[in-house]
Nanobody, 118 residues
Framework: QVQLVESGGGLVQAGGSLRLSCAAS????????MGWYRQAPGKERELVAG???????NYADFVKGRFTLSRDNTKNTLYLQMNSLKPEDTAVYYC????????????WGKGTQVTDSS
């Protein structure tokens, strides 16, 4: 019902920047929350940042001050601006969308790789 496609990943040196994009399609009106998660090799998937329908954002402590969420409702696209990247930011970044009506459900993109090239 909702499809998510990420883009913008790649190789980046420590201290550099990248902007990830997540384009949503399908029945986007049912989306209640959106966010970015990441999963590094050998580690569990973790929340990076999220935003509610009303625009309230939350960030993981490890990205506060470095990453910024934004969205373009006209394009149904969520962005994650990542600055001051660190080697430990290397991971596959996944876009997530959640709905509560008619029932709770989560949607995931296929992910985009961010790799430190230092």
């Amino acid at each position: 019902q909702v499809q998510l496609v990420e883009s913008g990943g790649g190789l980046v040196q420590a201290g550099g920047s990248l902007r990830l994009s997540c384009a949503a399609s399908g029945i986007v009106s049912i989306i209640n929350t959106m966010g970015w998660y990441r999963q590094a090799p050998g580690k569990e998937r973790e929340l990076v940042a999220g935003i509610t329908r009303s625009g309230t954002t939350n960030y993981a402590d490890f990205v506060k001050g470095r990453f910024t969420l934004s969205r373009d409702n006209t394009k149904n696209t969520l962005y994650l601006q990542m600055n001051s990247l660190k080697p430990e930011d290397t991971a596959v970044y996944y876009c997530n969308a959640g709905r509560v009506v008619p029932s709770k459900a989560q949607y995931w993109g296929k992910g985009t790789q961010v790799t430190d090239s230092s």
